[in-house]
């Protein structure tokens, strides 16, 4: 089963996939695919309030930051880890649990990009929202190292993310019955 949807003015066809016996998600995935990165960061980026520093969670929102990143010219942007790695010091963590995710995660920011945050404006960006799990997790490292979150985007929100007015996004995704129906 898959789900047609158009986004950033492309189309794509994502596969439905099972979460649980009576919740099925399109899985949205932009790795591999530089005309939709390209084209989505260049959406948003026309929505962007100003920030200093562009944020994302590993794994897939890299290209989008990155993309995002490069567009707007940014010198750098910021990565929150699922571990810590060997050149990482003072580090930064926060759990997380995500709907594609089967396990509580946790989030690892270097201490270096957190003294870089402090007191300045941050855009948190991923690829979809939908629980806002991992959007709290970022907020959470955010703030803890003393930066302001000005903006929240992605570019599909989905579930009950569709409903919130702080979230910046481009298209909805919606949710999906066992049978490949869209859910009420």
């Known amino acids: ?10 189309k794509r066809q994502l596969p439905i996939c099972k979460v649980t016996d009576s919740l099925y998600i399109a899985g949205f995935v932009i790795f591999g695919d530089p005309e939709l990165t390209v084209a989505c960061a260049r959406e948003l980026l ?34 929150a880890r699922k571990g810590p790695k060997l050149y990482m010091r003072d580090i930064f963590e926060v759990s997380v649990h995500s709907i ?7 989030l690892y920011l270097d201490g270096a990009d957190a003294a870089l945050m402090k007191g300045k404006k941050i855009l948190v960006v991923d690829d979809v929202i939908s629980t806002g799990e991992s959007l709290e997790a970022l907020e959470a490292l955010v703030e803890k190292a003393g930066g302001q979150i000005c903006g929240r985007m992605a570019i599909l929100a989905e579930g009950e993310a569709q409903d919130r007015e702080d979230i910046l996004y481009l298209e909805k995704l919606p949710l999906f019955n066992p049978d490949g129906t869209i859910k009420d």
């Open 100 to 106: 594609t995710t089967a396990k509580e995660q946790h």
């Open 1 to 10: 089963m898959f789900y047609t949807m158009n986004v950033a003015g492309l």
């Open 46 to 79: 026309a929505k962007a309030p100003a920030y200093d520093y562009i944020i994302t969670a590993e794994a897939k929102g890299i290209p989008l930051a990155h993309e995002m990143a490069r567009q707007a010219g940014d010198a750098k942007y910021i990565l």
